[in-house]
């Protein structure tokens, strides 16, 4: 199977979710072919990791994807920063805990709900 190489030079990605796993791998894609990348997270090292990734076209933020306030602030610094948002990609979720729906508590179950 061929595999195709986009060319994202100019492209600015706002990615959710992107600190760990999925999210950091497809922010270092990103980076890789050229696009330059926000990484907004819950975790406050957000900003140290996407660093991290590079210098000048990665930075980070805090932003908790159940906030409308704390997202359009990320939006707003990417925009302050970048210029736009070409690119949203929402990574954040959680996993549900390996528990029967019976023993699960309602809180566990609303904040998967609303961080997927």
């Known amino acids: 199977m061929k595999r195709i190489a986009y060319d994202l030079r100019g492209k600015v990605v706002l990615i959710t979710g992107g600190n760990r796993g999925i999210g950091a791998a497809t922010a270092r894609t990103l980076l890789d072919r050229g696009a330059r990348v926000a990484v907004a997270d819950i975790d406050p090292t957000s900003p140290a990791r996407a660093g991290e990734l590079h210098p000048t076209n990665a930075f ?57």
């Open 60 to 116: 980070g933020c805090v932003a908790d994807v159940r906030d409308r306030v704390s997202l359009e602030a990320a939006v707003a610094t990417t925009v302050d920063r970048f210029g736009r948002v070409d690119v949203a990609i929402a990574n954040a979720g959680l996993l549900a805990k390996a528990a029967t729906l019976r023993n699960t508590p309602i809180a566990d179950i609303e904040t998967t709900l609303a961080v997927n």
